[in-house]
């Protein structure tokens, strides 16, 4: 390896770091790339396989991996909702995190990441408390305990609108 591709890879290895929110030049926020959470690929995959079976195809085996991983890391799931209800419901949180924005004392503007979105998405159950979050998603820190506390409701009201549904 040439020291000019060393230098390359050690630059791009250095842009892409998560706790500082630097994923390179597909994530930067000019593109069209939408992160989603567990749940949301879960339904995703859920009605794409349901239109398999109406249609007599057969599911490839990485397709079935795929479903298997996302719906065991599904924290957000009831069977007996409905999946538009359940996209609904996904969609809702989605776009509360996202437009979600806190002012800091300098009065600089704050905003999740949609990496953080869907990551929060994925990682939090209802008694998960400020220091966990900011512990499994660094990048939160720049953010105080109260917005995080904040974050956190949205996504616990969502989860047990989800989980209690119908009981």
Same mark, same amino acid.
Do not use: C, W
């Given at each position: 390896?040439?020291?000019?591709?060393?230098?390359?890879?050690?630059?791009?290895?250095?842009?892409?770091?998560?706790?500082?929110?630097?994923?390179?030049?597909?994530? $930067? *926020?000019?593109?069209?790339?939408?992160?989603?959470?567990?749940?949301?690929?879960?339904?995703?995959?859920?009605?794409?396989?349901?239109?398999?079976?109406?249609?007599?195809?057969?599911?490839? $085996?990485?397709?079935?991996?795929?479903?298997?991983?996302?719906?065991?890391?599904?924290?957000?799931?009831?069977?007996?909702?409905?999946?538009?209800?359940?996209? $609904?419901?996904?969609?809702?949180?989605?776009?509360?995190?996202?437009?979600?924005?806190?002012?800091?004392?300098?009065?600089?503007?704050?905003?999740?990441?949609?990496?953080?979105?869907?990551?929060?998405?994925?990682?939090?159950?209802? $008694?998960?408390?400020?220091?966990?979050?900011?512990?499994?998603?660094?990048?939160?820190?720049?953010?105080?305990?109260?917005?995080?506390?904040?974050?956190?409701?949205?996504?616990?009201?969502?989860?047990?609108?989800?989980?209690?549904? *119908?009981?």
């Amino acid at each position: 390896m040439s020291s000019t591709e060393a230098t390359l890879n050690t630059a791009v290895t250095a842009v892409e770091n998560a706790a500082e929110l630097s994923f390179g030049a597909g994530f $930067d *926020g000019d593109s069209d790339i939408q992160i989603l959470s567990n749940a949301q690929v879960a339904v995703i995959l859920q009605m794409s396989a349901q239109n398999a079976l109406i249609r007599d195809e057969e599911l490839h $085996d990485v397709y079935k991996k795929t479903q298997k991983y996302v719906e065991r890391y599904n924290t957000m799931k009831n069977p007996e909702k409905e999946h538009q209800e359940l996209v $609904d419901e996904l969609d809702n949180l989605q776009g509360a995190l996202t437009t979600f924005r806190k002012e800091t004392e300098n009065g600089q503007e704050m905003e999740l990441h949609q990496f953080e979105v869907a990551a929060l998405m994925n990682l939090v159950a209802t $008694d998960t408390m400020v220091e966990e979050a900011v512990a499994l998603i660094p990048s939160l820190s720049r953010f105080p305990e109260s917005a995080v506390d904040e974050i956190l409701d949205l996504i616990r009201n969502t989860m047990i609108r989800i989980v209690s549904y *119908g009981s």
